[in-house]
């Protein structure tokens, strides 16, 4: 509630919000996408780095990322490395 309250509170959207377990069952992983000026970003990483419990927040806007692709078909998705945006 605190991460998403501090988005709240300055009228960011969070457009997705993921959390999955880690190797340590003691921590969470969460991914937020949000629609955040560039000028302004690593200030935001910084205020989501103060809050208590929280061990590292990184920005991962132009890190490579695995995207679905959907074809019709019987086998599932396909999935492919994207390139970075």
């Known amino acids: 509630m605190r991460i998403t309250g501090l988005f709240t509170a300055r009228n960011y959207n969070i457009e997705?919000?993921?959390?999955?377990?880690?190797?340590?069952?003691?921590l969470s992983r969460m991914t937020i996408v949000a629609d955040v000026d560039p000028k302004i970003r690593?200030?935001?990483?910084?205020q989501i780095n103060k809050l208590i419990n929280v061990l590292q927040a990184s920005d991962l806007t132009?890190?490579?990322?695995?995207?679905?692709?959907?074809?019709?078909?019987?086998s599932g998705p396909t999935w492919r490395l994207a390139p970075p945006s």
């Not at 997705?16 to 003691?26: E, Q």
């Open 16 to 26: 997705s919000l993921t959390v999955a377990r880690t190797l340590d069952p003691t």
């Open 42 to 46: 690593a200030q935001v990483i910084k």
């Open 62 to 74: 132009d890190s490579p990322a695995v995207t679905p692709k959907w074809f019709s078909s019987a």
